[in-house]
Nanobody, 128 residues
Framework: QVQVVESGGGLVQAGESLRLSCTAS????????MGWFRRAPGKEREGVSC????????YYADSVKGRFIVSRDNAKNTLYLQMNSLKPEDTAMYYC?????????????????????WGQGTQVTVSS
């Protein structure tokens, strides 16, 4: 059974940092591209970042580029998202997603349809 579990969310002030983690089990983690998405109140879920199976390729949404860093530890079946210089507009539920069909992010990395396993999300709230 595939399980994807996010952790690390919380309430922080603008300018502070958080690190999200995502642990996946029941799948070949080391072979899969992994993504982070978020849904802000009243908005659609959007792609935040993607990392290829070997960490050689990463993608970021323009809104987080230069502030967020995605990484993975295949030995621990864990994905990370280091979020620095947080802004109130980063407030959202953050989701971890797995593409079990490929290890590559590709041009459609930001599309929900690319991913076929999801976690329940972890809430990040940034106060001004």
């Amino acid at each position: 059974q595939v399980q994807v579990v996010e952790s690390g969310g919380g309430l922080v002030q603008a300018g502070e940092s958080l690190r999200l983690s995502c642990t996946a089990s029941g799948l070949n983690f080391e072979n899969n591209a992994m993504g982070w998405f978020r849904r802000a109140p009243g908005k659609e879920r959007e792609g935040v970042s993607c990392i290829s199976w070997n960490s050689l390729t990463t993608y970021y949404a323009d809104s987080v580029k230069g502030r967020f860093i995605v990484s993975r530890d295949n030995a621990k079946n864990t994905l990370y998202l280091q979020m620095n210089s947080l802004k109130p507009e980063d407030t959202a539920m953050y989701y971890c997603a797995v593409d079990r069909s490929t290890g590559s992010c590709g041009g459609s990395w930001y599309s929900e349809r690319k991913y076929n396993a999801w976690g329940q999300g972890t809430q990040v709230t940034v106060s001004s």
